[in-house]
DNA sequence: TTGAAAGCGCTAACAA
DNA sequence: TTGTTAGCGCTTTCAA
């Protein structure tokens, strides 16, 4: 179990572990450094006694195969990265298992990186794994252009965008039609009688929150003729739950007063919930309000919150998937796969008057 | 900005792209590979004209630095190992969370996996972790032992268990006391007058699910003498929403019926709300229900859950700076950090009669 | 069936 | 101030 290391002394201070590489491996099963690399990597084609030698040589020497060498040597890093714009949403860790779960299963290993919506963190996080040579990348962009991205693209570097278009020349992409998210959420406002809507936006810099905003004026255009509706945008830093919380304050300063609030996702959506609670502001009774999401425990707050759903880990999946052609199959085409969102009516949209 | 390969033809491809070496750049800087070498860690020593020219070439080539041969060349990776339960449980993606604001900063790259409990794929993420050379991992074991961690103890690899306690000459750890966690939600149940307890528990091969089970217990002992109250102890195979909502079919067929459900976490308690409410359950007024983990939409459900908060993201944070003192102290010693476990109570448990 | 040796991209002596 | 070169650990011809 201890390294080892032949020679007249051992100069290995017990404490410290001496990295042990194959040519260690070899010198303990008395072959040379190529039978080692064969037996680890073409098995079939050594001897089998020698093969248990080397194999017991392993074991005993706890070796641990270095990848940045075998790799240099020209071999994949089994490495894929994965940017998204914050971690604590679980939108975004939904997302992150459906890819794991497809690409760990094909050896990947993924590094995680979350932004925040800093265009400089992701620069950083696009750089670091870049440097580590990953094979692919699935991220949620920050900015509006893809600029950022244009390293990946001349290099060459397989890379999916997440929930974000992009076209067919430049990216594999999944997305989910947010516009039409956008115009459930709202046409449902309307349809259950409210004139007077705030729409909780994050900033537009954020395609979601440009397409979903989107998609509340095609509501809007759409009943302008049957009767007249207001949507009043209210503008936060960030799709937070504390940014909901915030807005409450200027949403009740509003006149006249508003009688939905449609936020433009789960968790800003639990902030406003929160404040409204706060102030005791009934909803639905005093004020609807509707996220975006579908984040597992929406239909058990209180009230159960209306929101449009996302099938996150479809998304996950599907990127995974479109990495993994891009990857080996030499006739790669660039692809878009959509999904459709579907909104889900709960009380916290439902007038009882 | 395209790659250029000197030489008499251009044999490039300019679909493909051919990976820059700082070769490329010396040739097309008119230096010799040292210089660049140089300019990219010690730009200091070179004269400025030179630097100029090279740092063109870098730009004009597209140059990125091969992390694999660095490393191979006695380079750290920048890379940390975070091994966790369950990405889709908020409580972990806070930890990780923690853990990557403070190590981004010391220019980290944070490699993630989800074990969900399985001891072969933690096996797996472990061993790719030690192949890639991590710096450190930063892990929340799914064996009560810890002997799936051996090989990172033997070699050396700097280790901090989350949310897992050991032994001073095992590794650095950061903790919430679950056992005082388990005592608090199940103490405040008696207290609030239900003899009747059923405890939601995970598979006791989780230590948190243990240790809150201890807890329970030694809440139990301590109000024996006073009153008679009764635990019984329900058995699911994880911690997930599913499972929560699945363990209410067998909560409701209990006889005696119980007054009050204690879950071991949060994600169960969500079931188990849903699991209730399908069946016309009042909560809790007919069952009083406590979770554990205080996750952030706790307070917001309906009726608002009773819960046992704990400090994820302090976790976390604290988790990498023990992990940094690791790596560059030599005279790191380990250390448990411990958190204490704090009860919220809500309207859950609050029996109204 | 095995061994010897070149070379992947980079850094750090050392020499010039 | 810059260039030359050995070598990190591994894989893979090519020879034996």
Chains 1, 2 share one sequence.
């Not at 991220?139 to 997440?162: E, F, M, N, Y």
């Not at 516009?179 to 004139?195: K, P, Q, S, Y």
């Amino acid at each position: 179990m201890s390294p080892k290391r032949s020679g007249p002394t051992p100069k290995v201070d017990p404490k410290t572990w001496v990295p042990v590489t194959i040519r260690d491996v070899a010198k303990v099963a008395h072959v040379s450094t190529g039978t080692v690399s064969n037996v680890l990597n073409r098995p079939d084609i050594v001897a089998e006694s020698t093969r248990q030698r080397v194999l017991d040589a392993v074991e005993s020497t706890g070796f641990i195969r270095n990848t940045q060498a075998y790799q240099l040597r020209g071999g994949r890093s089994h490495t894929v990265g994965v940017v998204v714009l914050d971690v604590s949403n679980p939108f975004f860790t939904e997302m992150f298992r459906g890819a794991e779960s497809r690409l760990q299963s094909e050896g990947y290993v993924l590094m995680l990186g979350s932004t925040d919506d800093s265009i400089e963190r992701e620069a950083n996080f696009v750089r670091a794994m870049e440097e580590h040579r990953v094979e692919g990348v699935l991220i949620t962009p920050v900015a509006a252009d893809l600029v950022s991205l244009s390293g990946l693209k001349t290099r060459g570097v397989p890379t999916v965008l997440l929930d974000r278009k992009a076209t067919a020349d430049e990216f594999c992409s999944v997305t989910v039609d947010d516009v039409r998210g956008g115009e459930l959420a709202a046409r449902h406002l309307f349809e259950t009688g409210h004139a007077e809507v705030v729409f909780v936006n994050g900033p537009t810099t954020i395609r979601q929150c440009r397409d979903r905003r989107q998609g509340v004026r095609k509501a809007v255009r759409a009943v302008a003729k049957a009767k007249k509706v207001e949507v009043t945008e209210l503008s936060v830093g960030a799709l937070t739950v504390r940014n909901g919380e915030e807005a409450v304050d200027r949403i009740l300063a509003m006149s006249p007063r508003p009688t939905a609030v449609m936020c433009a996702n789960d968790l800003l959506a639990l902030g406003v919930l929160r404040g409204l609670a706060a102030h005791g502001v009934r909803v639905p009774d005093d004020l609807a309000v509707v996220g975006y999401d579908d984040l597992i425990f929406g239909s058990m707050l209180s009230p159960a919150l209306t929101s449009v759903r996302q099938p996150a880990l479809e998304l996950g999946v599907a990127a995974a998937e479109l990495l993994l052609d891009e990857v080996r199959n030499p006739d790669h085409r660039h692809r878009e796969v959509r999904f459709e969102p579907e909104l889900m009516v709960r009380a916290s949209s439902f007038k009882s008057s």
